[in-house]
């Protein structure tokens, strides 16, 4: 199947700095990236639809000021927590979509601990 | 009508058994339903899919039951084994969009 990489896997970064997490499709060009929020034992909360060279698309509730997301190429998205608090503490994990079938596929996701 | 019900919330399973995961909808929408399997402090992976032109789709040990009038799907594991102790997620997603409406989880266990 198609890999996506997601770095760093692991993060720990200070109140009030700002970390970035990047997404990239190894194998193929993902025209749409998503980035997804997940608490521990729970569902994967959707925050954002990134388009290559386009402006992502939040989902409701989502602040697009603290977590800013750029799709600069067709194989790497990036997210961008910005003056991170501990509640921004989660695992974070990306997706992309290979075109065609409506297939996507995942990436290995990204820890993100806020002290 | 944008969620997708999944149930049980956790199973417990014996080795060699089947795990049975169900899911139910409500958008008519949706024409895709791929199921997910999570490891502990992993990204999902793509376990299995099915579109609701076919009721059943089978991969190896896993199949997938589509009841289109019922709205619902599901997910069976047929000959469980403790390597498949892990989370599964349904999802949903209509034409023409990757987005998917996941379900909210079963984490499952498999007994030895």
């Known amino acids: 199947g198609a890999v996506v990489s997601q770095h760093p896997s692991r993060v720990i970064c200070k109140s009030g700095t700002s970390v970035k997490i990047e997404c990239r499709s190894l194998d193929f060009q993902a025209t749409t990236m998503f980035w997804y929020r997940q608490f521990p034992k729970q569902s994967l909360m959707l925050m954002a639809t990134?388009?290559?060279?386009?402006?992502?698309?939040?989902e409701q509730g989502v602040e697009k000021d603290k977590f800013l997301i750029n799709h600069a190429s067709l194989t790497l998205s990036t997210l961008t927590v910005t003056s991170a608090h501990p509640e921004d503490s989660s695992f974070y994990i990306c997706?992309?979509?290979?075109?065609?079938?409506?297939?996507?596929?995942f990436g290995e996701g990204s820890w993100l601990t806020v002290v | 009508q944008q969620q997708v019900k999944q149930s049980p919330q956790s199973l417990i399973v014996q080795k060699g058994g089947i795990s049975i995961i169900n899911c139910a909808y409500e958008?008519?929408?949706?024409?895709?339903f791929p199921w997910y399997q999570q490891f502990p402090g992993k990204g999902p992976a793509l376990l299995i899919a099915?579109?609701?032109?076919?009721s059943e789709k089978k991969e190896g040990r896993f199949t997938i039951s589509f009841n289109k009038s019922a709205k619902q799907f599901s997910l069976h594991i047929m000959d469980s084994q403790p390597g498949d102790s892990a989370t599964y997620f349904c999802?949903?997603?209509?034409?023409?969009?990757?987005?998917?409406?996941f379900g909210t989880g079963t984490r499952l266990k498999v007994l030895a």
């Open positions: 958008n008519t929408a949706f024409d895709y």
């Open positions: 990134s388009n290559e060279g386009s402006k992502a698309t939040y």
């Open positions: 999802a949903a997603s209509k034409p023409g969009t990757y987005k998917y409406i």
């Open positions: 997706s992309a979509s290979q075109g065609a079938g409506n297939t996507i596929y």
């Open positions: 099915i579109r609701p032109d076919v």
